[in-house]
Each structure stands twice: as C-alpha cells, then as structure tokens.
C-alpha cells in the first residue's frame, strides 16, 4: 500500500494562531481496471497534524530496523548452515 501525502490547506477562518500545520494522508493502492490498465484507488484519507504524523513514522521506522535486523541475523544463520557441508 503506497501513500500520498500533502500539506492540508486550512482556509483562513479556521486556522487559529497557535495551530499545528495539519497533513494529508491518502492511503492508495494499484488495481487494474476494466481494460486491465494498472490504477491508483484511494482505500481512505486521514488527516492529522504533522507532528503526530513524523512520531508515528518514526515509531514505523524504528520497528522496520528491528525487524531488519532480525532478518540479517537469520540470513548469517542460514548461509552459514548452507556453507558449512
């Protein structure tokens, strides 16, 4: 699932002062359509502000390094039973 993300305009009367810059979130993905060309569907949008959406990238980040981690280890453990006969 790929997504688009975008500054969220506020129009004037809404924005306030101290207000956090808010993003725009499009969660999309690839289906084909009739013809059997390839095109991109919106699944849904969510719109929240830009320092809950870095925290949550953030967090993202750090679970996909671990789990990367995990990976490389596993794939020195393989190899080296695959090397060893």
Do not use: F, W
Request: with cysteine; hydrophobic share 40%; proline share 1%.
């Amino acid at each position: 699932m790929a997504k688009v993300i975008a500054e969220k305009v506020q129009e004037q009367a809404e924005v306030q002062v101290d207000a956090p810059k808010m993003v725009e979130i499009k969660h999309t993905r690839t289906m084909q359509d009739a013809t059997g060309k390839d095109v991109q569907v919106v699944d849904y949008i969510e719109t929240q502000s830009i320092d809950d959406a870095i925290s949550q990238c953030e967090t993202n980040k750090a679970n996909l390094e671990t789990q990367l981690t995990e990976c490389e280890s596993e794939l020195a453990d393989l190899i080296a039973i695959r090397d060893a006969e």
